[in-house]
């Protein structure tokens, strides 16, 4: 694979526990858009837009790296507490070098939707980590609202179809958006999470005709 090849050779130069350093940025872009909205694009969702940056507000190729997923308190606290467990997660299964070229990838994408249709956003980046996490832990346990126990797959496909219901009726610049930060994700992933989609479809459809199987002998 073709990840296995660039991690042998440049993995020194990963940052390790980036995780870690995304939720310290966004909690501090976070307080500083808060304080000074007149500095940032006015959408915390879309913090990067080509119009500011031919306009002098560079940081803002760096910045959209780190804007916060939600512009609410307790919605911003969520977000950045999900974003960390699941971040952390990936980082074990990947390992450091990997997840940050997944980063890098979510990253790029932004900048490409940026200089395409005016706006780019790394926002549906935890939307994409939650999908990819569903896929490698399906039946873990997630407390929807911190109280309801849902497995992981199921919270997946939602999310999925949300994205897709967001690409289906957003508008153009959405829609590139959504495209791009999915290219990147199938980029990482290629073949392997295709397979993984077909085992768990497949894993499914066995499920199903076990249990009607079940209920003709009953």
Known sequence: MWLNRLEYKYSRYC?????KYLVIGRIFMYLLMTAFP?????????PISRWDLMHGKIWEILTVLITPG?????WF???AYFFYFIGTTLEQVWGDFKF??????????????????????????????????SIYFPTHQMLVFFVLPIQAKYL??????????????????TKVN????????????????IDRIQTEIQSA????????ANQRFR
């Open 77 to 79: 606290l969520v977000d």
């Open 15 to 19: 940052i390790r526990g980036l995780t």
């Open 70 to 74: 939600a512009s609410s308190p307790l």
């Open 156 to 173: 997946g496909w939602a999310a999925g179809f949300l994205l897709l219901v967001s690409f289906l009726s957003g508008a153009w610049a």
């Open 100 to 133: 940050n070229v997944f980063i890098l990838f979510s990253w790029v994408a932004a900048l490409l939707s940026c200089f395409i249709v005016g706006i780019g956003t790394m926002g549906y980046l935890s939307t994409l980590m939650f999908i990819a996490f």
């Open 205 to 212: 459809k066995r499920r199903r005709a076990w249990k009607q």
């Open 178 to 193: 959504i495209l791009l930060a999915c290219v990147a994700l199938l980029a990482f992933f290629g073949k392997g999470l």
């Open 38 to 46: 007149q500095f940032f694009f006015a959408n915390f969702f879309a």
